[in-house]
């Protein structure tokens, strides 16, 4: 072949360079698998949102960054993927200063996991929530393809970081090992976090009344009134939510008591039912006091106002908590329903009702219970609740830690005993009467299958399910809408669009230095044989000639 080549392009005529079937190879080995090159996911912002001019959540969207692992990332040029529960408190915090970004896979079940890592999450929730974060962080449902990616991307430094291993590798190992692992592009699509223009709180609101009155602010109606409250919660640390207790808990008790309205002999119910909670600063009542205090004396004058948060849980403690601002006053209808409370309460497992008394501190600009905005207005009200604590983290967890069963069984029993405590104070029947007592009985008795319907009601926002509920049991049903004032707003929402993440396998950073090395030598080897190409062709022509006359 070499004799009969006039020259160094005759080489290359006549057929596939040669050279191909050494570098075809070694591409194809160092490449990536092209199948798993490239992965879609579904994934939600962390929720961001403004109160009182504070900043709250995730600020930012955009992501097209190296995926490393909770304990190999170093610098902003970093996107950390991660499981929620393998992530602290202390981990968050350094990820939030430094890293470039935060991917986080929820757990696949969260009744599943033991007491300890719900603790854990829920405390991690809590601290996510109560800062603004800088950087970009996306959460997934639980995928197991992408629970696989994290295993993959972590698995090298669990393996390295294993104290008991009786050999390290050598060091050409690990630069080895370094050149051929496959790492990965984290790129997010879609995502956006743009100021919300349309903000807007719903405020729903309906009467249970023995007469018809013409409208809620009819000045001739002097019956004494009761006012129950609870809250939706519509986003906590993303935009979704599994479930809403206390609305499910006060739905049901409007169910209940519409059978009786007909027969309630003194009083009229008012039920409200607000879209922002917690996280917003109850900023729908808020707006409801303002607007309905003044035009309606007799709201002002309420025997008392009663707040559902929290009242869904099944704890070890078996309490019911009533937080009050100021302790009621001996002869006050409040304190004659705490003590009903109380009585009632012992007829259903021996549930324990236990005053809490929390003074309204005015210089904090967050407030620490719904029935406060009431008290600042001084109205009496309190709230029931399962929790001692207002910062306890259980208040604005999207988790349910129970199984829905267990769900059922503990908001049957709050509601049986928050129904049956209100209707006693209402119709004046002795709680002491044990269950000859009892009101909720029979074809009225209290059953799982009333409450569960309620317990995944959306926003009216999504849907009008809420305000067709209100206008199937009460009466003089209103919707109104608490927007953000355009120069001071006490509250802003933003875009919170569900995006997609792709996680593409790319070669590490090290490996394009490695193939840098590898052309450059390359190069060089090509330059010296076509330098060097007379000696290079006598050699291989000696070297024929001899094996030609052996032969």
Same mark, same amino acid.
């Given at each position: 072949?070499?004799? !009969?080549?006039?020259?160094?392009?005759?080489?290359?005529?006549?057929?596939?360079?040669?050279?191909?079937?050494?570098?075809?190879?070694? +591409?194809?080995?160092?490449?990536?698998?092209? $199948?798993?090159?490239?992965?879609?996911?579904?994934?939600?912002?962390?929720?961001?949102?403004?109160?009182?001019g504070?900043?709250?959540?995730?600020?930012?969207?955009?992501?097209? +960054?190296e995926?490393?692992?909770l304990?190999?990332?170093?610098?902003? *040029?970093?996107?950390? #993927?991660?499981?929620?529960?393998d992530?602290?408190?202390?981990?968050? *915090?350094?990820? *939030?200063?430094?890293?470039?970004?935060?991917?986080?896979?929820?757990?696949?079940?969260?009744?599943?996991? /033991?007491?300890?890592?719900?603790?854990?999450?829920?405390?991690?929730?809590?601290?996510?929530?109560?800062?603004?974060?800088?950087?970009?962080?996306?959460?997934?449902?639980?995928?197991?393809?992408?629970?696989?990616?994290?295993?993959? $991307?972590?698995?090298?430094t669990? *393996?390295?970081?294993?104290? @008991?291993?009786?050999?390290?590798?050598s060091?050409?190992? !690990?630069?080895?090992?370094?050149?051929?692992?496959?790492?990965?592009?984290?790129?997010? @699509?879609?995502?956006?976090?743009?100021?919300?223009?349309? @903000?807007?709180?719903?405020?729903?609101?309906?009467?249970?009344?023995?007469?018809?009155?013409?409208?809620?602010?009819?000045?001739?109606?002097?019956?004494?009134?009761?006012?129950?409250?609870?809250?939706?919660?519509?986003? &906590? #640390?993303?935009?979704?939510?599994? %479930?809403?207790?206390?609305?499910?808990?006060?739905?049901?008790?409007?169910?209940?008591? /519409?059978?009786?309205?007909? %027969?309630?002999?003194?009083?009229?119910?008012?039920?409200?039912?607000?879209? %922002?909670?917690?996280?917003l600063?109850?900023?729908g009542?808020?707006?409801?006091?303002?607007?309905?205090?003044?035009?309606?004396?007799?709201?002002?004058?309420?025997?008392?106002?009663?707040? +559902?948060?929290?009242?869904?849980?099944?704890?070890?403690?078996?309490?019911?908590?009533?937080?009050? @601002?100021?302790?009621?006053?001996?002869?006050? %209808?409040m304190?004659a329903?705490?003590?009903?409370?109380?009585?009632?309460?012992?007829?259903? &497992?021996?549930?324990?009702?236990? &005053?809490?008394?929390?003074?309204?501190?005015?210089?904090?600009?967050?407030?620490a219970?719904?029935?406060?905005?009431?008290?600042?207005? =001084?109205?009496?009200?309190?709230?029931?609740?399962?929790?001692?604590?207002?910062?306890?983290?259980?208040?604005?967890?999207?988790?349910?830690?129970?199984?829905?069963?267990?769900?059922?069984?503990?908001?049957?029993?709050?509601?049986?005993?928050i129904?049956?405590?209100?209707?006693?104070?209402?119709?004046?029947?002795?709680? !002491?009467?044990?269950?000859?007592?009892?009101?909720?009985?029979?074809?009225?008795?209290?059953?799982?299958?009333?409450?569960?319907?309620?317990?995944?009601?959306?926003?009216?926002?999504?849907?009008?399910?809420?305000?067709?509920?209100?206008?199937?049991?009460?009466?003089?049903v209103?919707?109104?809408?608490?927007?953000?004032?355009? =120069? !001071?707003?006490?509250?802003?929402?933003?875009?919170? =669009?569900?995006?997609?993440?792709?996680?593409?396998?790319?070669?590490?950073?090290?490996?394009?230095?490695?193939?840098?090395?590898?052309?450059?030598?390359?190069?060089?080897?090509?330059?010296?044989?076509?330098?060097?190409?007379?000696?290079?062709?006598?050699?291989?022509?000696?070297?024929?000639?001899?094996?030609?006359?052996?032969?």
């Open positions: 072949m070499f004799e !009969e080549a006039d020259n160094f392009a005759d080489l290359f005529r006549g057929g596939l360079p040669y050279y191909l079937l050494i570098t075809l190879p070694i +591409l194809i080995i160092c490449s990536s698998n092209p $199948v798993l090159a490239a992965s879609e996911f579904s994934v939600q912002r962390m929720s961001q949102y403004d109160v009182h504070v900043a709250y959540g995730c600020r930012a969207s955009a992501l097209n +960054l995926a490393k692992s304990y190999t990332w170093q610098t902003s *040029r970093h996107c950390v #993927l991660t499981r929620l529960q992530m602290t408190i202390d981990h968050f *915090r350094e990820i *939030r200063a430094k890293a470039g970004g935060l991917v986080v896979l929820l757990p696949k079940d969260t009744t599943a996991l /033991s007491l300890e890592d719900k603790q854990h999450i829920h405390l991690l929730e809590q601290a996510m929530m109560v800062q603004d974060v800088p950087i970009p962080v996306y959460l997934s449902k639980y995928d197991p393809k992408l629970d696989g990616i994290i295993d993959e $991307v972590t698995r090298t669990v *393996r390295s970081s294993k104290q @008991s291993a009786p050999k390290r590798d060091a050409f190992s !690990e630069i080895f090992g370094s050149i051929s692992a496959n790492g990965y592009q984290v790129v997010v @699509s879609g995502a956006s976090h743009a100021v919300n223009k349309q @903000s807007k709180i719903p405020i729903i609101q309906g009467e249970l009344a023995p007469t018809k009155p013409g409208t809620l602010l009819d000045r001739d109606n002097k019956l004494p009134l009761i006012i129950v409250t609870a809250h939706l919660d519509t986003f &906590g #640390l993303t935009n979704t939510r599994q %479930s809403n207790v206390d609305v499910a808990v006060l739905m049901t008790l409007v169910e209940l008591f /519409s059978k009786l309205h007909a %027969s309630i002999p003194k009083y009229r119910l008012i039920f409200l039912a607000s879209e %922002s909670g917690l996280l600063n109850f900023q009542m808020k707006k409801w006091l303002d607007s309905n205090l003044d035009e309606n004396v007799q709201i002002q004058h309420a025997e008392f106002v009663v707040c +559902l948060d929290t009242i869904g849980k099944l704890l070890a403690n078996e309490n019911i908590f009533m937080h009050v @601002s100021k302790p009621p006053k001996e002869g006050t %209808s304190n329903f705490y003590k009903t409370l109380r009585v009632v309460a012992q007829r259903y &497992g021996n549930v324990t009702v236990e &005053g809490v008394h929390k003074k309204i501190n005015l210089a904090d600009t967050l407030l219970w719904e029935h406060e905005r009431f008290s600042m207005k =001084r109205m009496p009200a309190f709230t029931l609740s399962n929790v001692k604590n207002h910062k306890d983290p259980m208040r604005n967890t999207i988790f349910d830690d129970d199984t829905i069963e267990e769900q059922l069984d503990a908001l049957e029993r709050n509601v049986k005993i129904a049956e405590a209100l209707a006693s104070h209402i119709y004046n029947v002795p709680a !002491e009467d044990g269950a000859a007592g009892e009101i909720f009985t029979g074809s009225m008795a209290i059953s799982r299958d009333q409450i569960k319907p309620w317990l995944h009601i959306r926003s009216t926002l999504q849907n009008n399910d809420l305000k067709y509920a209100f206008e199937k049991y009460l009466r003089n209103k919707v109104s809408y608490e927007k953000p004032d355009a =120069r !001071e707003p006490d509250f802003m929402l933003y875009d919170d =669009r569900e995006a997609l993440l792709n996680i593409y396998n790319v070669k590490p950073a090290v490996f394009d230095l490695f193939l840098t090395f590898m052309i450059a030598a390359y190069l060089t080897m090509v330059y010296f044989a076509i330098f060097h190409f007379p000696r290079l062709y006598g050699f291989v022509c000696r070297m024929t000639v001899v094996k030609t006359k052996v032969n």
